[in-house]
C-alpha cells in the first residue's frame, strides 16, 4: 500500500531524512517516535505528499512520487487522510463547514456531501456538536472534528502527526480510543508521536527516527 524507497529530504542543504526506507501494509497500525527533529512530521508530509523527495521515490497505491501532477493531488487526498497536531481547522466556520469542506475540496457532489457529514461526525461522537462554531470547541473537541474531516473521504490510511500533543490527558485517552475503532475498521494508521507511554497496542508495529533515520 506504501512503498518509501531510498527516500531522503534535504531542507537548507540539510538532510531531514537520509535514506528511509519502509513498507506499511493494508489495515496496520504504525507508531514513528522520536525526539522533536528527527524528521517524525516530514515523513508523513511525504507520504502525504505536501513535499515531495530530494532523491527517492514514495509509492502511495497508485500514486507515485517521482510523476504525480498537481492535479493528481486531490485524489490522493482522497485515500490518504492527516491529523495535524494544532487541528487547522477554520475557525470562522462551524463544524459542519470543516468537515465538508474536505469533501467539498475533493470534488465530491454536494447532493452527497450532508449525508457524509453527519455520519462521520456521528463516529466520533460530535453530532451535537454540529453547527458550533470552532472557537466554542474543547481542545479534545477539536481534535475530533480534525478526525472526521481527515475520514471524511474514507481513507484507506490515516496520517496523524502527533494528534495528543495539545491535548490533555483525558482527552489523549479519548482519541487513542477513537484512533483503535478507526483501525479495527479495517483503516491502516500511520502516526508520529513522541509519547511513548501512550504506546499499549500488542497489534502496532514500533518504528523509531534518529536525526532522520531509522534504528534497526
Not at 147 to 170: K, V
Amino acid at each position: 500500500m506504501i512503498d518509501i524507497q531510498d527516500v531522503w529530504y534535504l531542507a537548507g542543504g540539510r538532510p531531514i531524512l537520509c535514506d528511509i526506507r519502509l513498507k506499511i501494509g493494508r489495515g496496520e497500525f504504525v507508531f514513528v517516535v522520536g525526539p522533536s527533529g528527527a524528521g517524525k512530521s516530514t515523513l508523513l508530509n511525504l507520504v502525504h505528499m505536501a513535499i515531495l523527495p530530494t532523491r527517492g521515490r514514495i509509492r502511495v497505491a497508485d500514486f507515485d512520487s517521482s510523476g504525480i501532477k498537481p492535479k493528481d493531488i486531490p485524489f490522493l487526498r482522497r485515500k490518504v487522510g492527516m491529523v495535524f497536531q494544532d487541528f487547522k481547522l477554520l475557525e470562522d466556520r462551524d463544524v459542519y463547514e470543516n468537515v465538508a469542506f474536505a469533501l467539498w475540496a475533493t470534488g465530491v457532489p454536494g447532493r452527497k456531501i450532508k449525508k457524509r457529514v453527519f455520519q462521520v461526525l456521528a463516529d466520533v461522537g460530535l453530532s451535537h456538536k454540529r453547527y458550533t462554531p470552532i472557537p466554542e470547541l474543547s481542545g479534545g473537541e477539536k481534535q475530533r472534528v480534525a478526525m472526521a474531516r481527515a475520514l471524511a473521504n474514507e481513507p484507506f490510511i490515516l496520517l496523524a502527526d502527533e494528534p495528543t500533543g495539545n491535548l490533555d490527558q483525558e482527552s489523549s485517552r479519548e482519541l487513542m480510543t477513537l484512533l483503535g475503532r478507526i483501525h479495527r475498521r479495517g483503516t491502516a494508521i500511520l502516526m508520529a508521536t513522541h509519547k511513548e507511554y501512550e504506546i499499549d497496542r500488542k497489534d502496532a508495529r514500533l518504528i523509531r527516527l534518529l536525526e532522520g533515520k531509522i534504528l534497526p
